[in-house]
């Protein structure tokens, strides 16, 4: 019988870690063990890796930089390719840049920025990578990856390379169309940007990033806003005006500083924020009578 160890044949061994803990691959530090996880830094990696993994039947889980994760406390069978600043290549053509999957969102609004390219403003305090940007659609201060995203170009379950023109990734508030299809593999994408004043582009930056430090609890390990906003409701206020702001289960705790985030206080486990979104959801249907539909995204192990 193969063994998942076998992996090394098909990517280099320093890309390689085994039974490698999430809680280091998640930006709210939870989650348990990974089988295998692998870092690639080439497309070719990458395709290696899916094909080891469809020839022997192991299950892939896709990450970028898990700022929108929580792993389960039984971790993750299988191999967990993750997608991160070592596959980050770009260029920039006049107003365009064509960008790997790998790319922090921060680093490339910088990047563009010092280009005196505007489109990214939104984005310098999103703590994922492009691809990851991209699935969820990601967004802030009234600008979102769909609006100067031109394409994306992604690895589907046959392992071709195949490319998606903006109107086919049917966007809307935090989907897109790999949501859908959450085995294909974002590679890299093509934004669109427009001429602006350096300067500009820098106060709207620091603009948000000032907003961010004031209103959201950074200086705790978290995974942004834990639900979808409603329609016509603000989760943050909701949540605020039940009282439960610093209510805590273990080492999970309700923000005091935006009940909208859940914050790891140190130790908390999966278990421990799972219960707590329960909890919530609970609260605000009995109140409010509405229903709150994870952002996070809980995967792994059951
Ligand atoms: C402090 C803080 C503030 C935040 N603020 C915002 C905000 O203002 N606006 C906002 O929209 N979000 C915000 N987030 C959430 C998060 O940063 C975004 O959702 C981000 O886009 C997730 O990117 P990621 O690389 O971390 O993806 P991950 O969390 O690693 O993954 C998210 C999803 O994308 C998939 N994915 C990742 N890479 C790929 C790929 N290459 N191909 C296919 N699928 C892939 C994963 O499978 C997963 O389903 C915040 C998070 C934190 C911690």
């Known amino acids: 019988m193969l063994n998942i160890s076998n992996i090394v044949d098909v990517i280099d061994n320093s890309k390689v870690k085994f039974n490698e803990p999430m809680s280091n691959h998640t930006t709210i ?4 063990k990974a089988d295998v996880l692998v870092v690639p830094t080439t497309k070719e990696d990458i395709i290696n890796v899916l094909k080891f993994a469809k020839e022997n039947s192991i299950p892939v889980t896709v990450i970028g930089n898990g700022s929108k994760l929580l792993v389960r406390d039984k971790g993750i069978r299988g191999i967990v390719i993750k997608i991160s600043s070592k596959f980050s290549d770009y260029k920039i053509e006049e107003n365009k ?12 609004s910088r990047i563009v920025m010092k280009e005196g390219l505007s489109g990214l403003e939104f984005a310098c305090g999103i703590p994922g990578v492009v691809g990851g940007g991209i699935r969820m659609n990601a967004g802030a201060y009234g600008g979102e990856i769909s609006d100067v995203l031109v394409n994306t170009t992604y ?14 990734h049917n966007f809307s508030y935090r989907y897109s169309y790999f949501k859908d299809h959450p085995s294909f593999v974002i590679i890299s994408a093509e934004f669109k940007l427009v001429k602006k004043d350096i300067v500009e582009i820098q106060k709207e930056m620091d603009k948000n990033s000032a907003s961010r430090k004031e209103k959201q609890p950074l200086e705790f390990p978290n995974a942004g806003s834990t639900f979808k906003r409603p329609e016509g409701f603000f989760v943050g ?12 289960i273990g080492g999970a705790e309700i923000s005091t500083k935006h009940a909208g985030f859940i914050i ?26 509405v229903k709150l539909e994870n952002e996070i995204e809980v995967i792994g192990e059951e």
Request: proline letters at 1%; a neutral charge; glycine letters at 10%.
């Open 264 to 289: 790891n206080k140190g130790q908390a486990t999966a278990d421990d924020v799972i219960s707590l979104m329960e909890y919530i959801k609970d609260k605000v249907f009995k109140k409010y009578g």
């Open 97 to 108: 840049v064509i960008v790997c999957a790998g790319m922090s969102m921060p680093k490339l």
């Open 237 to 248: 206020t909701m949540i605020d005006e039940l009282g439960l702001k610093g209510y805590s």
């Open 155 to 168: 690895i589907d379950d046959n392992l071709n390379i195949k490319i998606l023109d903006h109107k086919d």
């Open 29 to 32: 530090k939870v989650g348990g």
